[in-house]
């Protein structure tokens, strides 16, 4: 049973991380893809689904400025976002997003770290995207009016199971996704359309409604300025309302493009991905203004406050009220559906981009590269975070917007470099401006809703902590993708193999030249016993970038200074050496001994210098590396130490 339930959890580890199960998943070769308006639909029922609650907590935020606040957030969501994520469909074809492009910017450990800091922002936007939706979907849930009234005050227990659902989806098996996408969000969208509609027919029919709300708006601020300064000063709060680009560009893989693309130039894909990006932001803008005007002028202002009738479902609110109940649990069923899927999309995210960088960084176990177990583990954080905030829309509207806000923030800082690289000055000064703007929105937001870094804070400290943990744990692993030997390597090492036991000294070079190569060899045949006349190869290993876990090791021979080298780039020296050595014994049949000289300098700084430059003292650390990658002391290499 639990060998069963160790193989059903790994179930396909050894797939790539783009390749498992879910709709931001890589699709195989073969795969044909989709049509640009069906992914869309996809990435959509994230977007699209904000209608569920962003209306109300516009109300919430704004009060009867709601509309004009909407229009800042609309100008930043076409000005902005849509700018910025067009430029990273272009950087970054093959869904990478922006935290890749980031990622290119910095070398060696900050590069890493910047990564591990976004991925604590990205798992704050999507884990609060789960529990969010689900919350919002509970509220519309127990607020219908044929709901059984035992239902009321179970907020928190319908949010639970329903992440549970969504979690027990996941570990059945999550398959493509876009053809029920296409389906709830066409239902979705025309709902709304007839809601935005009845409303629209009300206004007419009262006409009074509208200079009733403009009186009472301009009795409240004394000018059009300043209604404009405090709609600027609240539009931070709505800033949700702009998610859904991150994972459009994730889902790039899954559109077909045009037969000539190749994964060089896939230049069909990015011209339909841009046309989505623009599709889904004008929809979606659209609807935001109409709904905005619709329940600022038709719905009370106290109804929207915490337990009044429209908070976090003001559009359902008017589909009961305006079409009757019949139609507004039609509606209710609607966006339940769709507000279940977002949490659906976000996970799906979360298991894509997990994958895609801590197992390469060697910052998370082999088993994260397995779909269950993650799943498992996101399950239990959005359950814990349903608990922290009772499943509360309104107070997990902050660390939403958060997450949201920060990528987009990266997004557009990587958009700003990637057009000073290209020299294109007007660009600049774009994105520039963008990124101000969003820096601004972030800190606003930060400043008034702090419980959003707390969370982020809490998945970055999570994910730096686990992270270096599992980097140190798994130091002493192979950590070679692949070992190719050049026509000269390969010769020398079969050439050492037939004159007797092959034997390869460990060498630092400092001076390259003749005399110290001999001096080397001199030393190591007294030291270690090394039988005069037989044959040795010189391993030289040089590392390229210590932050990098895993790597392809190309092994090039060449004879200079009289003796016969072989010459390797690595992360690390030890784990590289104990490759090389690794694929002589497959190649040849033979046990390779490896020679070596004691460092001086003390063991702990040693370490240290290993797990941080890839450096060290280098013979025990080969030794363990060896010993772990060969259980059996006949057939692991000989490590001699003088």
């Given amino acids: ?131 969010l939706s689900a919350a919002d979907a509970s509220a519309h849930v127990v607020e219908n009016p044929y709901a059984p009234v035992w239902l009321s005050g179970t907020n928190l227990w319908i949010t639970l199971g329903l992440i549970g659902l969504l979690g027990a989806v996941f570990l059945k098996g999550f398959r493509e996704a876009i053809g029920v996408a296409v389906a709830l969000v066409a239902v979705y969208l025309s709902l709304n359309v007839v809601v935005l509609a009845a409303a629209a027919w009300q ?25 404009i300064g405090v709609a600027l000063l609240v539009f931070p709060k709505l800033a949700l309302g702009m998610s859904g680009f991150e994972t459009g560009v994730a889902v790039m893989p899954q559109i077909k493009g045009d037969p ?3 994964p060089e130039r896939p230049e069909g894909r990015i011209r339909d991905t841009r046309r989505l990006l623009t599709t889904a932001a004008l929809i979606m803008s659209c609807f935001l203004l109409l709904s905005s ?57 979360l298991l894509n981009l997990v994958p895609r960088f801590l197992p390469r960084y060697g910052m998370a176990p082999e088993w994260t590269r397995a779909v269950r177990p993650l799943v498992l583990l996101f399950t239990a954080i959005a359950t814990g975070i349903t608990f922290y905030f009772d499943a509360n829309v309104d107070k997990q509207s902050g660390a ?6 920060v990528l987009m923030l990266s997004a557009a800082f990587a958009s700003t470099v990637a057009m000073h690289r290209k020299g294109r000055p007007p660009a ?20 008034e809703r702090p419980d959003g870094i707390k969370i982020a804070s809490l998945f970055i400290v999570s994910i730096l902590v686990t992270s270096f943990a599992s980097r140190v744990h798994r130091a002493f692993e192979l950590r070679a993708a692949d070992v190719v030997f050049d026509d000269a390597a390969a010769r020398f090492v079969d050439e050492a193999v037939a004159a007797g036991p092959l034997r390869i000294v460990a060498n630092e070079p400092s001076e390259h030249s003749t005399a110290e190569y001999r001096m080397k060899e001199y030393s190591q045949r007294q030291e270690t016993h090394i039988p005069a006349g037989g044959p040795v190869l010189f391993l030289e290993v040089f ?50 001994h490896a020679y070596f000289t004691w460092t001086e300098g003390h063991p702990l700084s040693h370490l240290l210098r290993f797990l941080i430059f890839g450096e060290g003292e280098t013979a025990p650390v080969t030794r363990e590396v060896l010993r772990r990658a060969e259980p059996d002391p006949e057939r692991r290499p000989r490590v001699h130490v003088g």
């Fill in 203 to 227: 206004v007419l029919r009262h006409p009074v409604v509208v200079p009733d709300w403009w009186d009472a708006m301009t009795a409240q601020h004394s000018s059009p300025w300043a209604m």
């Fill in 400 to 405: 939403y917007a958060t997450g949201v806000l």
């Fill in 543 to 592: 590392v390229r970038d210590s932050s990098d876990f895993t790597a392809d090791l190309t092994v090039r021979g060449d004879e200079r200074y009289g003796v016969r080298r072989l010459r390797v780039e690595g992360a690390t020296v030890p784990n590289t050496i104990a490759a090389v050595l690794m694929s002589i014994r497959d190649r040849t049949g033979a046990v390779p």
């Fill in 260 to 262: 000539t693309d190749t």
């Fill in 1 to 131: 049973m639990r060998g069963r339930c160790r193989a059903w959890l790994l179930d396909g580890l050894s797939e790539t991380s783009a390749r498992h199960p879910g709709p931001h998943g890589t699709p195989p070769a073969e795969h044909r893809g989709h049509r640009w308006w069906r992914v869309m639909c996809l990435t959509g029922v994230d977007y699209f689904s904000t209608l569920g609650y962003q209306p109300g907590i516009a109300a919430l935020a704004a009060g009867l400025l709601s509309p004009l606040a909407t229009l800042g957030l609309l100008a930043l969501t076409l000005l902005g976002a849509l700018p910025v994520y067009r430029r990273v469909a272009r950087e970054s074809p093959h869904g990478e997003g922006s935290i890749a492009m980031l990622e290119r910017l910095l070398p060696w450990w900050s590069g890493k770290i910047l990564v591990l800091v976004l991925l604590g922002f990205a798992a704050t936007d999507f884990i609060i995207t789960i529990t």
């Fill in 293 to 349: 005007l619709a329940t600022t002028l038709l719905i009370p202002q106290e109804d929207f406050k915490a337990g009044g009738p429209a908070n976090g479902r003001a559009l359902a609110y008017l589909a009961h009220r305006f079409l009757g109940e019949q139609f507004g649990t039609v509606y209710d069923v609607s966006t339940i559906c769709i507000l279940w899927f977002a949490g659906a999309s976000a996970l799906a995210g």
């Fill in 428 to 447: 600049v000064a774009g994105f520039a401006a963008i990124t101000v703007v969003f820096a601004y929105t972030l800190v606003a937001n930060v400043i």
